[in-house]
Nanobody, 124 residues
Framework: QVQLVESGGGSVQAGGSLRLSCAASGYSSYCMAWFRQPPGKAREGVGSIASSGSTIYLDSVKGRFTISKDNAKNILYLQMNSLKPEDTATYYC????????????????????WGKGTLVTISS
């Protein structure tokens, strides 16, 4: 089992930046993804990264968020720039058991392991 622990959340003003990290214990050369759940709303996929490094992003974060992975350290990152109040949410990382990302990865399909989340609050 891959254990995932997120960190890096906090409160920033709109326009600011944050970098979230997700430390993965155990073998983690799988498709991994970031999700978020705004207060009172459903969870949504932010983006995913395959073992090849190929990434896919939610339309509303394209150009602002970047997913990367340090395979040597088993750490998944989410660099968030130009943050908006609507980015306020609890952010979760998740991992599959496949190197390629499933077609419905953004909906959580194929995600086997989940972190407990880190809260990001963006003030206007």
């Amino acid at each position: 089992q891959v254990q995932l622990v997120e960190s890096g959340g906090g409160s920033v003003q709109a326009g600011g930046s944050l970098r979230l990290s997700c430390a993965a214990s155990g073998y983690s050369s799988y498709c991994m993804a970031w999700f978020r759940q705004p207060p009172g709303k459903a969870r949504e996929g932010v983006g995913s990264i395959a073992s090849s490094g190929s990434t896919i992003y939610l339309d509303s974060v394209k150009g602002r968020f970047t997913i990367s992975k340090d395979n040597a350290k088993n750490i998944l990152y989410l660099q968030m720039n130009s943050l908006k109040p609507e980015d306020t949410a609890t952010y979760y990382c998740a991992a599959t058991r496949t190197t390629a990302c499933p077609p419905a990865a953004a909906a959580g399909y194929g995600m086997v392991d989940w972190g407990k989340g880190t809260l990001v609050t963006i003030s206007s």
